[in-house]
């Protein structure tokens, strides 16, 4: 069982994404939060596999939160939002969230994107990697990563994968099969000790390798 912890502040909400996650086989929610505070001390005493973490929360915001979670545990987190056009996608995503979910959000999509989250994997669409593009061209310079013992070859995978690119279209534009492309992502990761996919998009722009402009 993929066990989920939901955070949010509304319990309208919660309770209804209680009901949908208990209905779908395979997942079960171990636990409820109100806000920050409550979802990091729940994340600690229940260990689940995935969070739902809403952005604006009381005494915590989700991102706070986020962040302590992604520091302390390998729990993934899974951001939850009410706007498309969230200010905070960066900054939760920076703090180690593995993919942002609008909160009207079709339910077998949500039910979808924990089972992605849970496998490993990031929930990043093209349109959430065109909104960090531009939010790095809007920020003043900030962390360098090192792209050190990262192969030319793996900066032409890093870079895609920045640029929105699904595993398939990598492998069609470097003419490489899929296995191909899914050895040197796991190389990246361990390289660039990133969480998932979502950490690898921010690597590539803070390391310069790729340069948020609106061209990209």
Same mark, same amino acid.
Not at 25 to 41: I, M, N, Q, T, W
Not at 160 to 177: Q, T, Y
């Given at each position: 069982m993929t066990r989920v912890l939901i955070a949010d502040d509304q319990a309208l909400l919660?309770?209804? &994404?209680?009901?949908?996650?208990?209905?779908?086989?395979?997942?079960? *929610?171990?636990?409820?939060?109100?806000?920050?505070?409550? $979802?990091? $001390? @729940?994340?600690?005493?229940?260990?689940?596999? *995935? *969070?739902l973490m809403d952005v604006r929360m009381p005494e915590m915001d989700g991102i706070e939160a986020t962040r302590r979670i992604c520091a302390e545990t390998t729990v993934r987190v899974l951001m939850l939002t009410t706007f498309d056009l969230d200010e905070y996608v960066y900054s939760a995503l920076r703090a180690g969230a593995s993919g942002f979910l609008l909160k009207d959000t079709r339910p077998a999509d949500l039910l979808a994107a924990i089972e992605i989250v849970a496998s490993g994997d990031a929930l990043l669409a093209p349109s959430v990697t065109r909104r960090l593009v531009a939010e &790095?061209?809007?920020?003043?310079?900030?962390?360098?990563?090192? @792209?050190?013992?990262?192969?030319?070859?793996?900066?032409?995978? @890093?870079?895609?994968?920045?640029?929105? @690119?699904?595993?398939?279209?990598? $492998? $069609?534009?470097?003419? *490489?099969?899929?296995?191909?492309?899914?050895?040197?992502i796991g190389r990246l990761l361990h390289k660039l000790a990133a969480r998932d996919r979502a950490q690898l998009v921010i690597a590539a722009y803070e390391s310069g390798l790729v340069r948020a402009t609106a061209a990209d």
């Open positions: 919660r309770g209804s &994404f209680r009901v949908l996650v208990d209905s779908a086989p395979g997942l079960e *929610v171990v636990a409820e939060a109100s806000d920050g505070v409550e $979802a990091v $001390a @729940l994340t600690r005493r229940e260990h689940p596999d *995935v *969070v &790095f061209a809007r920020l003043p310079s900030g962390p360098v990563t090192r @792209l050190d013992g990262v192969t030319a070859r793996e900066q032409e995978v @890093l870079t895609l994968i920045a640029r929105g @690119l699904s595993n398939d279209e990598i $492998a $069609a534009r470097l003419h *490489v099969g899929i296995a191909t492309v899914k050895t040197h």
